[in-house]
């Protein structure tokens, strides 16, 4: 397997389809749509999308396009972001290498642009499987349960609780690093379970390697903005240090993390590996995670 040249095809898949699927920049009111594409094309990993495109193609009998439901993942990141870098969440300048969408915008249009890229991603699943209304259902259940109030959110909610805590608990930690982070990487590669109709089994498999892995990305994202310039990550670096945040970094120190990401990664590969056709890609992925410097 060319791995380099297979996640090129992936990205290139994700891109097209961002492209695609979301409304023109000059859609009435171009300026919300114009600050939505500004946030979403501005080249990030597309880590989650590839997940979902790869983890469909474990499973290649399946005749559903996973494409919209990559392109929804990738809407509610987006969003997330944005509102993560607002002034009244982490207050940032910076993300994915150009001013932050309140900077370029103003407030209220990067609120607004969050808001309707959230609503999107859902409005994607209603209507790219309008035709597969029991895949749509637990897509959007799925989506749904990963960006709530006791997932994405409530991590959000708790990491900011967190903030200049001294008495802050590794569970605590736990809590906000596998809910902010981690929910949408393992319902990602459900997702393209979903696509792919895997079995049970599988389907449990992928939920087991996506709990890991976003374990495993969020402590490698605390370890990288201790460690790297904010030039190579796009993103302002030293600010969980600056905001006093809960990180992996701050209770475990940058070594002891290593070794957790590093478990985490192993964790993972071990629920990977139960998968049939396309898992070398999918390890290959997330070793490549584990080593990222962006
Ligand atoms: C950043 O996610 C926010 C976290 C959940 C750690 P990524 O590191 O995947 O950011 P992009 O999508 O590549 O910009
Ligand atoms: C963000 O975590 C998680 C979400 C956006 C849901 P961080 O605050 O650590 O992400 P960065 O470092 O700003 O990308
Ligand atoms: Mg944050
Ligand atoms: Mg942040
Ligand atoms: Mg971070």
Redesign the pocket.
Known sequence: MDFPAKLKKYTARVEAGIERLLPPATTRPARLHTAMRYSLQ???????PVLVLAAADCFPSNENNPLPAAVAV?CL??Y??IH?DLPCMDNDDL??GRPTAHKAFDEATALLAGDALLTHAFALLATGYAAQPALAQALLHELSDAAGSQRLIGGQMADLLAEKKADATADDLDFIHRN??GA??EASLVMGGLCGDAAGRHLNALRAAGRHLGLA??IT?DILDATTDSATL??TAGKDAAADKTTFVKLHGIEASRALAAKSTAAAIAELEKLPEQAPFLVALAETMAQ?T?
């Open positions: 501005a080249g990030g990993k597309r880590l989650r990738e990141h987006t997330s972001l993560d993300r994915r902010k982070t949408m990487i990305f969020q994202d796009g993103k990222r962006t």
